[in-house]
């Protein structure tokens, strides 16, 4: 298939581009390269400049193929920061969406695979989240993810657009084959801000809230490696190929650990000490995030395999050690 990927410059996009190429896919990657690395990008793919939020830029890259699917990571993704500037993310995350959404169906083209996000749960109501658990999210990052999976399922039925979202857990990990060359920049997640501070970038990693109702105090998350997601993004080009139902699902893993237990865990692996001090808690962060599919037969030919802590962790190790 050809398929244009809007953000496969970012972290994500950048590793499912690879899987994509590796696939015998065709892949055009559309980037404004405002977080994402032209480095990182597989050289077997044509890159286009752009924005979304420009409408020329977005008809020129619609006209110069005839793209069969289309897949958007292109967003603003910290939801800290979108609820103090919550105009930008409405900018970019959903009037972006619109422009893209636009010109496919102009171009009639169906199939699109949407980057969605665990925020769109907000605060968990049960001990593991499943696709059916309530939508209320408690960032303006969470809404807009929302509003477009709601804007979606409306432009299915009113268009012919066929779609998967994919709400991914916390995305961590590099490519385990080392074909990423350039970490992520000034990331807000976890894992790469405890590797800031192993390389001496930052002085101090600063923990969110040492009271929540876990067993340590800290946050619990779910994390996917993030080659596990690439591979769900073949799989969903290959379901939508033969389904015409649109849906939405977790990507994730299904265990949560604690942010001191990652912590623990790079220390272990790389036999050094991290500085942290604690801080308040953050606005718009739940305290335990865990996913569970409600579905028995997941619809996707797909489970995680590379996503215990342990190939996490090793992987960034690696691509530090690269890098320096
Ligand atoms: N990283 C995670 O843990 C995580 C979790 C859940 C959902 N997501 C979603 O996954 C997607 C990809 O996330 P990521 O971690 O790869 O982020 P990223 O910032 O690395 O990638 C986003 C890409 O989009 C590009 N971009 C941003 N604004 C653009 C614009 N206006 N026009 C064109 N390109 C633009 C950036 O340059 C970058 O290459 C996002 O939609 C994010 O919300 C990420």
Redesign the pocket.
């Known amino acids: 298939m050809k398929v244009l990927v ?8 950048a590793h499912t581009v690879i899987k994509l190429l590796d696939s015998n896919h065709s892949v055009v990657v ?7 690395e032209l480095l990182n990008v597989d050289q077997r793919a044509t890159i286009q400049k ?4 420009s409408k020329d830029d977005l008809k020129r890259v619609f006209k110069s193929h005839n793209f069969d699917a289309v897949m958007h ?5 910290a939801p800290g920061e979108s609820m103090i500037n919550p105009t930008v993310y409405s900018r ?1 995350n959903i009037i ?1 969406t619109l422009n893209i959404l636009e010109l496919m169906i102009e171009s009639r083209i169906k199939n699109f695979i949407f ?5 769109v749960y907000g605060e968990p109501k049960n001990s593991f989240i499943d696709e059916d658990h309530t939508l209320d999210p408690i960032s303006f990052y969470g809404f807009t ?1 929302l509003e477009i999976e709601r804007i979606l399922t409306w432009y299915s039925k009113t268009t012919c657009l066929n779609f998967i979202a994919l709400r ?4 961590a990990g590099y490519d385990l084959k080392n074909r990423i060359r350039v970490p ?1 920049k000034s990331s807000h ?1 976890l894992i790469p801000k405890i590797f800031d501070v192993l390389i001496g970038n930052e002085q101090v990693l600063e923990i969110f809230g040492s009271d929540y109702d876990t067993k340590d105090g800290t946050c619990i998350r779910d994390y996917i490696h993030v080659n596990d997601l690439a591979n769900a993004h073949v799989q969903a080009l290959n379901y939508l190929e033969k389904n015409n139902s649109p849906i939405f699902l977790n990507l994730a893993t299904g265990i949560g650990h604690t942010v001191l237990e990652v912590v623990e865990k790079v220390e272990e692996i790389t036999s050094t000490k991290i500085n942290y001090k604690f801080v308040d808690r953050r606005i718009g962060d739940p305290s335990v995030v865990i996913s569970k599919t409600k579905y028995k037969d997941f619809p996707l030919n797909w489970k995680p395999i590379h996503s215990s802590l342990e190939t996490i962790i090793n992987s960034v190790l690696k691509l530090y050690m690269h890098h320096l």
């Not at 559309?30 to 994402?36: E, Q």
């Not at 980057?115 to 925020?119: E, G, L, N, R």
């Open positions: 809007f953000g496969g410059a970012g972290y994500i996009g559309f980037d404004n390269f405002s977080t994402g752009g924005d979304i939020l990571l292109s967003a603003l993704k970019v972006g980057s969605s996000s665990s925020a993810k991914y857990f916390n995305a992520e997640n």
